[in-house]
């Protein structure tokens, strides 16, 4: 069975541009959620969806992040523009339900120069 | 809200030592424990977890981590170390099993 996937591995973009993060989740798997990881900072929750549906997005940093999740499979996380402090690994990890273990992808590199 | 404190950033040790990982948590409410694991050009993996009954919890690889509720810590230990032993831990916490709270991470460095 195919673990949670991450597109693409490493992006290395300039400052103003526009990146956009791709996560396939376990097949079956209704939630879905984002993290990302500033260097040297812990990681941190971005947000959650329930299927298609935004479940929590507290953790969305600014509304230059737009996290989407079209027929319930899988999601983009765009950033634009994209600023310096937004380099950083970005982490999708999907469950079968909200009370199960979530299983991580690799994980995304972003490095905004 | 919580919050979780991993003590020590790196942790150098000779290959065969014993190991002990540091992690701090605080929260109003009761909370499930874990550590992730990630291996070096690899995504995060779980290494064990606590979610009730015995404090003590044994997970893969040999680790084991023991919950002490009065000292809000889950410690992870191991016997001895192997050079693959070497990775980034993360401690994390949730109120839910939903979203996690990490810690900073602690780099495990394992020399010959």
């Known amino acids: 069975e195919a673990g949670v996937t991450q597109f693409p591995s490493h992006s290395v973009i300039e400052k103003g541009q526009t990146v956009t993060l791709r996560c396939d989740p376990i097949?079956?798997?209704?939630?879905l959620y984002w993290y990302r990881r500033v260097m040297g900072k812990e990681i941190k929750f971005l947000l959650h969806f329930v299927k298609e549906s935004k479940q929590d997005e507290s953790g969305m940093p600014n509304n230059r992040f737009l996290a989407e999740r079209t027929g319930g499979t899988y999601s983009t996380l765009k950033v634009q523009p994209a600023e310096l402090e937004d380099s950083g690994v970005y982490f999708c990890?999907?469950?079968?339900?909200?009370?199960?273990?979530?299983?991580f992808g690799q994980g995304t590199r972003l490095t905004v120069v | 809200a919580q919050s979780v404190t991993q003590l020590d950033s790196q942790v150098p040790v000779f290959e065969e030592a014993p190991v002990e990982l540091r992690c701090n948590y605080s929260s109003s409410v009761s909370v499930y424990l874990f550590w992730y694991v990630q291996y070096p050009n690899q995504g995060l993996q779980l290494l064990l977890k606590?979610?009730?009954?015995?404090?003590l919890v044994k997970g893969i690889n040999g680790f084991e981590a023991e919950f002490n509720k009065s000292q809000t810590s889950f410690h992870l230990r191991k016997p001895s170390v192997h050079i693959s032993d070497t990775a980034e831990y993360f401690c994390?916490?949730?109120?839910?099993?939903?979203?996690?709270?990490f810690g900073k991470g602690t780099m495990l460095l394992v020399s010959p």
């Open positions: 990890a999907s469950s079968h339900n909200s009370g199960a273990e979530a299983f």
């Open positions: 994390a916490v949730t109120p839910g099993y939903s979203t996690l709270t």
């Open positions: 606590y979610l009730s009954g015995s404090t």
């Open positions: 097949s079956g798997h209704d939630n």
